[in-house]
């Protein structure tokens, strides 16, 4: 545990990889251009995956770049440029200012409802026992005390969200697909 050593070090890095974190989700947002909100949403990950390795999670972390930073950014990358959306400035925003202040409202509402989560006491059925995850990083290791549950209990919502990917990505190249009228 890197906090018990070295407390201020690893207070200081947390709250940097969360400002860090939401400001970068916070520009991915803002961004017209998909490749440069693309860019800004990668940083979101690796900043995610530093607050997981300093929460002592570091297969979670190094999946977190894997597979979020890597795999599904250059899916995402390849969509995009596959749609051909054009230079940025030729996007015409279509939000006006009723969706903004709507999904600002809605954004305040969430971040007082995790606030007062943060402040009630979870009941015992729901809480993870003291230790469990220690004796089962002893008994699995860090990779099986993830995919034990993951592929014994959670098998078909894992299955049920790799169609889902599936089917957005075939989604995607149906869109990008020209038609031979489109072409010529």
């Known amino acids: 545990m890197m906090q018990e050593h070295y407390p201020l070090f690893y207070t200081f890095h947390f709250y940097f990889f969360g400002v860090v974190a939401i400001a970068s989700a916070l520009t991915f947002v803002?961004?017209?251009?998909?490749?440069?909100?693309?860019?800004?949403l990668v940083?979101?990950?690796?900043?995610?995956?530093?607050l997981y390795i300093l929460l002592?999670?570091?297969f979670v972390g190094v999946m977190q770049v894997l597979v979020y930073a890597g795999a599904i950014m250059v899916v995402f990358l390849f969509v995009v440029m596959l749609l051909n959306l054009g230079?940025?400035?030729e996007i015409a925003d279509a939000r006006g200012k009723?969706?903004?202040m709507v999904a600002a409202l809605i954004g305040?509402?969430?971040l007082a409802e995790l606030m007062a989560i943060s402040?009630?006491?979870i009941a015992g059925r729901f809480q993870v026992p003291a230790g469990f995850a220690v004796d089962q990083m002893k008994k699995y290791g860090a990779v099986g005390s993830v995919a034990r549950p993951l592929f014994n209990e959670y098998l078909l919502a894992f299955e049920l969200t790799s169609v889902l990917l599936l089917v957005a990505i075939a989604g995607a190249v149906v869109?990008?697909?020209r038609r031979d009228s489109d072409a010529g």
Do not use: C, E
């Open 108 to 110: 305040l509402g969430l």
């Open 98 to 100: 009723w969706p903004v």
């Open 175 to 177: 869109l990008g697909k």
């Open 56 to 58: 002592d999670a570091q």
């Open 30 to 40: 803002t961004r017209k251009s998909p490749v440069a909100a693309a860019l800004w």
């Open 119 to 121: 402040r009630t006491r």
């Open 43 to 50: 940083n979101t990950m690796f900043s995610l995956a530093a």
């Open 87 to 89: 230079h940025p400035s």
